[in-house]
Nanobody, 114 residues
Framework: QGQFVESGGRLVQPGGSLRLSCTAS????????MNWYRQAPGKERELVAT????????TYADSVKGRFTVSRDNARNMIWLWMNRLKPEDTAMYYC???????WGRGTQVTVSS
């Protein structure tokens, strides 16, 4: 079963940037697509970004396309989410997980506010 440790979230002003990190363990990382999700208060968890395991093909939710970039390092069992031009509606707890998903980690809180 996979384990995930997310970090990098903090309070940031609208228009700012953040980089989130995720370290995965407990499975063969290179065999799996990896994903970033987020959950805002009172809302369901949503898929934000996906990166494939071999050719690093990426897909994004429409709400973040052009602003967020996902990357991975298969040698370090890590993925990152580069977040630019942040908006208040990006405020959420952010989680990483593989496909198919394992139990969730603790996540990292991103708050976009002036």
């Amino acid at each position: 079963q996979g384990q995930f440790v997310e970090s990098g979230g903090r309070l940031v002003q609208p228009g700012g940037s953040l980089r989130l990190s995720c370290t995965a363990s407990g499975f063969v990382f290179i065999n799996h697509y990896m994903n970033w999700y987020r959950q805002a208060p009172g809302k369901e968890r949503e898929l934000v970004a996906t990166i494939s395991n071999a050719d690093f093909t990426t897909t994004y939710a429409d709400s973040v396309k052009g602003r967020f970039t996902v990357s991975r390092d298969n040698a370090r069992n890590m993925i990152w989410l580069w977040m630019n031009r942040l908006k208040p509606e990006d405020t959420a707890m952010y989680y990483c997980n593989r496909s198919p998903p394992d139990p969730w980690g603790r996540g990292t809180q991103v708050t976009v506010s002036s």
